[in-house]
C-alpha cells in the first residue's frame, strides 16, 4: 500500500515536471505576447523529433541537444512572431481581434508543422533507449531517464524564473505583460520583448520535447495532446502567473497519475473535468486574481 | 526644448487635436489646461509616442520624435507620467523605481538616482519591498512620479498629478513639479487645479475642444477674465 502511494506520488511528479514546463511556455505566450499558441505542442513535437534524429543518426546525447534545441526553438519562435503574429497584430489592431486572430493563425501553424513532421520523419511511431536502466527509490522502480527528466524540468523551470525575477530583461518582460504602453513609456522596446516572449514559449516546449523523447514514443500528432494539457495548467495557475503554471503542472500531473491508478483510460476526461470545474468555481485559477 | 507644429489627431475618424502647436523652452514649467475632454491627454500621448499625429510635426532636442515609438523616446531624455500613474501592479516599489531606469544610460546609474527619488519620496524608501497594488492612491501616484524621474530625464510630462488626492497631498505634488527646476529638469504640466497650476507655471497653454484658444505667462492667465470665468470660477 505505502508502496503504492509513493509510487502514484512519483510518477505524478515527474509527469507534472514536464506539464510544468510547457505550462510556463504557454504562458509566456498567452499571458505576455497575447497568442493563444495552440501549435505550442507542435513544438513540443518538434523538439522530441529532433533530439530523437540527433541521438539516432548522430549519436548525439539528448542532454546535449537541450543546449542546441533550445535556442534553436527561440530563434524560430522570435522571427514567427516578428513575422507572422506582428503583421496579425497590425492588421487586427490589437486587443480582442488580434487573440481571435492569431488563434486562428496557430491553428494552421499546427497542421503546416504537423504535416511537415510527417514528410520528414513518416507517421509511424518512434523512440529510442537512452539511460533506461532501473532506479529503486524507496521500493518504487523508475527508469532514470525519468528522473533526468524531472530533474531537468525543475531546473529549467527555476532558473527561467530567476532569470524573470532578477535580471533586468526578466523585469521588462513581467512589466509588458503588467501593463505593455506603461512599459513602452519606461523605455521597453515592446515589439522586440513580445517576440522573445514568443520564443521563449517555443523554447520552453522544444525543451519539454527533448526531455519527453527521452522516455516516452514520439509521433508527429503527440503535440495536441500537450496543448490541452498546457491550457489547463495555465487556467489551473492563474492566467499570466509563471509560479501558477509551475505549480499547476504538478498538481495536474499528480492529479492525472491518481485518476490512472485507478482507472488509466480516465485520467483525459479528468483533466477536462477539473477544467470544466475550475472555469466555473474560480475561473481566475490558483495565484490569478 | 520641445516644439509641436500644426498638430492634428484622430480617434478613428473622429478628430481630437486641431491645429495646435506649443513651445516649451528649457528649464521651463509650462502648463497645459483645459475641462473634461479637452485633449490635454490625447496631447500628451502624442507627444510621447503613444499616439502618432496625422499631420504636423514633434521636435524634441531639435530632433523630430513624431511617428517613433515610447521606448526611443524616452531613451531621448523625455519621460512621460501617463494618466493616473499606471504602476505595475505586481511589482515592487522597488521594481518598479528600477524599471523607470529601464533606458541604458539611466540603468548604470540607477542606484545613484534611486537615492535622489528617495530624498524626495521618502514615503517611498519606507515601502521599497510593498506591491504596488497594495499602495495607497496617493503613493501610488509619489511612485509614479519618481518611477518617471528614474530615467534622468531633461523634460518630464505629467498628466494630473494631483487627480484624486487630498488637498495637502496636491500641494506636495505641487511643490515636488515646482522643485524640478532645480534639478534642471523641465516640464509640461497637465492639470485641471488651474489656480495652484498657473501660480508655479512660467508659460500656459488652455485647451478647449481640441484647440488652443488662450496662451500667456502664468501671471498673465491667472489675470485674464476669460480663465478667471471659466476655471476659476470667479
Ligand atoms: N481611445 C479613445 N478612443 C476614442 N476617443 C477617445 C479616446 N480617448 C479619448 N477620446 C476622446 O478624445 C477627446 C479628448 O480626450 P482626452 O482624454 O485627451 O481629454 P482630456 O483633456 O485628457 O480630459 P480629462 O481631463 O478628462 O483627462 C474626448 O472627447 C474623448 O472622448
Ligand atoms: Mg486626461
Redesign the interface.
Known amino acids: 500500500m505505502v508502496i503504492e502511494i509513493i509510487d502514484i506520488f512519483l510518477s505524478g511528479l515527474l509527469m507534472g515536471g514536464i506539464y510544468a514546463l510547457i505550462a510556463v511556455g504557454l504562458s509566456m505566450q498567452y499571458g505576455v505576447a497575447r497568442v493563444l499558441n495552440v501549435s505550442h505542442g507542435e513544438f513540443i513535437m518538434l523538439g522530441a523529433f529532433f533530439t530523437w534524429s540527433l541521438y539516432t543518426y548522430c549519436n548525439i546525447n539528448p542532454l546535449l541537444t537541450l543546449v542546441i534545441c533550445g535556442p534553436v526553438m527561440l530563434l524560430i519562435g522570435f522571427v514567427l512572431h516578428k513575422t507572422l503574429y506582428r503583421s496579425i497584430r497590425i492588421s487586427s489592431g490589437g486587443g480582442a481581434a488580434f487573440e481571435g486572430n492569431s488563434m486562428l493563425a496557430s491553428f494552421g501553424l499546427l497542421f503546416v508543422i504537423q504535416n511537415m513532421a510527417i514528410l520528414i520523419w513518416g507517421a509511424s511511431i518512434k523512440g529510442y533507449s537512452y539511460l533506461a536502466f532501473p532506479v529503486n527509490m524507496g521500493g518504487v522502480i523508475f527508469p532514470a531517464n525519468r528522473l533526468v527528466t524531472l530533474l531537468f524540468a525543475v531546473i529549467i523551470s527555476v532558473a527561467f524564473y530567476l532569470f524573470l525575477a532578477r535580471t533586468?530583461l526578466g523585469?521588462?518582460i513581467?512589466?509588458a505583460a503588467?501593463?505593455p504602453?506603461?512599459?513602452?513609456?519606461?523605455?521597453?522596446?515592446?515589439?522586440q520583448v513580445l517576440a522573445l516572449c514568443f520564443g521563449l514559449g517555443a523554447m520552453m516546449a522544444g525543451l519539454a520535447g527533448t526531455l519527453l523523447s527521452m522516455s516516452f514514443r514520439v509521433q508527429p500528432t503527440m503535440g495536441l495532446e500537450y496543448t490541452l494539457i498546457a491550457i489547463i495548467v495555465v487556467v489551473l495557475g492563474g492566467l499570466g502567473s509563471i509560479p501558477g503554471s509551475f505549480i499547476g503542472g504538478f498538481i495536474l500531473g499528480l492529479i492525472g497519475s491518481i485518476v490512472s491508478a485507478i482507472e488509466p483510460s480516465l485520467s483525459l476526461v479528468a483533466y477536462y473535468m477539473l477544467f470544466m470545474i475550475l472555469l466555473l468555481v474560480k475561473p481566475t485559477g490558483i495565484l490569478g486574481r | 526644448m520641445l516644439e509641436l507644429n500644426n498638430i492634428n489627431a484622430f480617434y478613428g475618424k473622429v478628430q481630437s487635436l486641431w491645429d495646435l502647436s506649443l513651445k516649451v523652452e528649457e528649464a521651463e514649467i509650462v502648463a497645459l489646461v483645459g475641462a473634461n475632454g479637452a485633449g490635454k491627454t490625447t496631447l500628451l500621448n502624442t507627444i510621447c509616442g503613444l499616439m502618432s499625429p496625422a499631420s504636423g510635426s514633434v521636435s524634441f532636442l531639435g530632433r523630430r520624435i513624431d511617428g517613433l515609438t515610447p521606448h526611443s523616446i524616452v531613451e531621448m531624455g523625455l519621460s512621460h507620467i501617463p494618466e493616473s500613474g499606471r504602476v505595475f501592479p505586481d511589482m515592487t516599489v522597488r521594481e518598479n523605481l528600477e524599471m523607470g531606469a529601464y533606458p541604458y544610460h539611466a540603468w548604470k546609474m540607477k542606484e545613484e538616482t534611486l537615492k535622489q527619488v528617495f530624498q524626495i519620496f521618502p514615503r517611498l524608501e519606507e515601502r521599497e519591498g510593498q506591491l504596488a497594488r497594495t499602495l495607497s492612491g496617493g503613493e501610488k501616484q509619489m511612485l509614479a512620479m519618481g518611477r518617471g524621474l528614474m530615467s534622468r530625464p531633461r523634460l518630464c510630462m505629467f498628466d494630473e498629478p494631483s487627480y484624486g488626492l487630498a488637498p495637502k497631498l496636491v500641494l506636495e505634488v505641487f511643490r515636488i513639479v515646482n522643485s524640478l527646476r532645480e534639478h534642471g529638469i523641465t516640464v509640461l504640466l497637465v492639470e485641471q487645479n488651474v489656480r495652484h497650476t498657473l501660480e508655479i507655471a512660467d508659460r500656459a497653454y488652455v485647451l478647449e475642444n481640441g484647440r488652443m484658444v488662450l496662451e500667456g505667462s502664468g501671471a498673465e492667465l491667472l489675470q485674464s477674465d476669460y480663465v478667471k470665468k471659466a476655471y476659476l470660477g470667479l
Open positions: 533586468r523585469k521588462a513581467r512589466a503588467q501593463d504602453d506603461a512599459a513602452g513609456l519606461m523605455g521597453v522596446n515592446i515589439n
